[in-house]
């Protein structure tokens, strides 16, 4: 299950994943509620049952010490963790330092393929490719290291602006088109950089 984690469930989920690997017993509420300075155990209780919401632990009820992570089975690895880097426009290109706001944990059985480390994701703003149905509030998955090809939704640098966009070829020349008919067509001045072609997309739902 794709799930987008908070910063402390995010350090939780670490925290776990390293218990486990290293062989160790599973902590019980009281050691993670100390372990992160929690003034109580419901703290604790509350981003366990978050976790377990979104698919990346598993607890019985029933059993101390019973947490575990979700993340293989026997030797195969189906959970990855991506970058989330910033935002990307899917509407009038914009000016964007790309920095990485957190993890987003995806399920290589959902996506189709196992993401390599070229992969990353990008939170939408805009609606030029709604015709694509990908809408604000969106989260994409980027392959950086996929050759794009005509027909694919690309991140693309586009006369150094970041957009999100249709990748056509007109007499030859690489371009930019929106699926959303108030948007034109958009054409490089000086250049166009694909930086990764959209592997799948992530709903937000309100």
């Known amino acids: 299950m794709e799930a987008l984690l908070t910063q402390k469930q995010r350090e939780i989920y ?26 109580s155990s419901r703290s604790a209780r509350d981003h366990l049952k978050a976790l377990e919401r979104k698919g990346l632990i598993r607890r019985d009820a029933n059993k101390a010490r019973s947490i575990r992570i979700l993340e293989a089975v026997g030797n195969e690895t189906w ?29 290589s059985r959902s996506l189709g393929f196992k993401p390599s480390s070229h992969c990353y994701a990008v939170r939408v703003t805009g609606d030029s490719m709604t015709g694509k149905g990908i809408y604000e509030g969106d989260i994409v998955i980027v392959d950086g290291s996929k050759q794009p090809r ?7 640098l586009i ?45 937000h739902i309100c």
């Open 150 to 156: 005509e027909g694919d939704i690309v991140a693309a």
């Open 159 to 203: 006369d150094n602006e970041t957009t999100l966009k249709t990748l056509v070829k007109r007499n030859g020349q690489n371009y930019l088109k929106p699926e959303n008919n108030k948007y034109p067509d958009m054409t490089p001045i000086n250049e166009l950089v694909i930086q990764g072609v959209v592997r799948t997309v992530i709903r």
């Open 14 to 39: 670490v925290f776990l994943r390293d218990v486990q690997k290293n062989g160790e017993p599973a902590p019980s509420i009281s050691e993670i509620s100390q372990h992160f300075g929690f003034r």
């Open 79 to 107: 959970s990855f963790a991506l970058p989330l880097l910033g935002s990307i426009v899917a509407g009038h290109p914009e000016y964007t330092k790309q920095h990485q706001e957190g993890i987003v944990h995806v399920d």
